[in-house]
């Protein structure tokens, strides 16, 4: 019985837990949501580890769909954390190869694999999927991957494979493995992969960053773990992306898909995480990303996902928010985005609602403060009419 493979990753403050405005209510990703819209029982046979989660489906005795929740916060208790120590970008490595563990421990010939996140985690799913096509997965029938600390080493292994294969640079490369403990150091055995593994989706809110990886203050450039390019890789079917129109700090400049056959990416009201979710659930927290929420569930439900379909307010005037400004040194500029007039790139209806509205909505101001006021996006100024009409030819996504 073929199933579902589904690997969620989160951003990375994000949590279940979260709550920034301590009112007692979880701030949730729209990451979150999706996982817990997943068909299918928590699984309790075995601990799972402080930021992950699982659930199973099964029917007529088999499994027909299994899902992974890994949350961007990190645990302290986690081996592979703990072996890696002070490696430059551990905790991006490690969530890396903790999504490869799980998808090539479940996986048989004729599975479906969905990889989804937001933000850094949007950046995990995309890796993710370019070490799977390069790659292929560690074959179940040849690896235990209840032997923890073997896993981990081939899992990292794989990894060293497919950047080495990518195009990274070399230096960084071997800056590295030089940094990594001894045991990474041995070779992946080929004889132990499945090559030639197909992606059913990729599906992620807000890709970010230079190639994929978003710098937040104080934050080091992680060059070396950067995507080679920003094409879908040939073995995926289908990609998926929201995209926020207003967000302005440069650090978070969108990584889009290079257009082909599959891929679809949709312009969104709001900044980067009024698209991913993560703000508090009162006032003005949830209307905007409980609309590219619900879009990007629906899109995995067409693609053969099994989601439950569970109603959310949603609201195309609902509050636009602001992290930049009051002293946070952030730079910033209207994103620069491709015209919306194909499957490559639209906008959707809750946009274009809010843009022909002639009612002023909540937008907060640089520093704090909200005010309300016509939406007159600066990244929309391009192509729209004097009067920000949108061309004729916008192709709308519902």
């Known amino acids: 019985m073929n199933k579902n493979i589904i690997f969620c990753a989160d951003g990375t403050w994000n949590s279940p837990d979260q709550d920034d405005n301590r ?39 088999g499994v027909v769909q299994v ?62 999927a370019g070490m799977i096509g390069k790659c292929g997965l560690l074959d179940a029938g040849k690896v235990d991957f209840d032997d923890e600390q073997n896993a981990c080493r081939l899992g990292v292994a794989a990894w060293l494979r497919y950047r080495q294969n990518s195009g990274a640079s070399v230096p960084l490369i071997n800056r590295l493995l030089a940094q990594l403990p001894r045991l990474f150091h041995r070779d992946l055995d080929p004889d132990l992969l499945l090559a030639d593994v197909p992606i059913e989706a990729v599906a992620v809110w807000e890709t970010v960053g230079a190639l994929g990886i978003p710098r937040y203050q104080n934050a080091k450039r992680l060059d070396v773990y950067q995507f080679a390019d920003t094409r879908l890789g040939e073995r995926v079917r289908y990609g998926r992306q929201a995209i926020a129109i207003d967000e302005e700090r440069v650090d978070f400049t969108p990584t889009c898909w290079h257009a082909r056959d599959g891929i679809v990416q949709v312009l969104f009201a709001g900044i980067h995480s009024d698209v991913g979710g993560g703000y508090p659930a009162g006032g003005d927290g949830n209307g905007l990303s409980n609309i590219s929420y619900r879009w990007l569930r ?30 946070k040194p952030w730079i910033t500029s209207p994103r620069t985005l491709g015209e919306p007039v194909s499957p490559g790139m639209m906008i959707h209806r809750a946009a274009v609602t809010r843009l022909q509205s002639s009612a002023p909505s909540p937008v907060m101001q640089p520093g704090g403060g909200w005010q309300n006021q016509l939406y007159r996006p600066q990244a929309l100024r391009a192509f729209t009419a004097p009067d920000w009409r949108l061309p004729p030819d916008t192709v709308i996504a519902e």
């Open 298 to 327: 629906d899109e995995l439900r067409t693609l053969g996902a099994q989601v439950n379909s569970v109603a959310r307010a949603e609201d195309p005037l609902g509050g636009i928010h602001c992290e930049w400004g009051g002293g």
């Open 23 to 61: 009112d007692g209510q979880p701030d949730y990703t729209n990451v979150w949501r999706l996982y817990g819209d997943l068909a299918g029982a928590e699984d309790t046979l075995s601990p799972p580890l402080k930021d992950e989660y699982q659930k199973t489906l099964t029917a007529d005795g």
């Open 67 to 128: 899902a992974r929740y890994i949350h961007g916060v990190g645990d302290s208790d986690n081996w592979l954390l703990k072996i890696l120590g002070g490696v430059f970008g551990a905790g991006i490595l490690c969530h890396i190869v903790r999504g490869y563990l799980f998808v090539s421990r479940h996986y048989r010939p004729g599975d479906r694999i969905y990889l989804t996140g937001f933000s850094r985690g949007a950046y995990t799913a995309r890796a993710l």
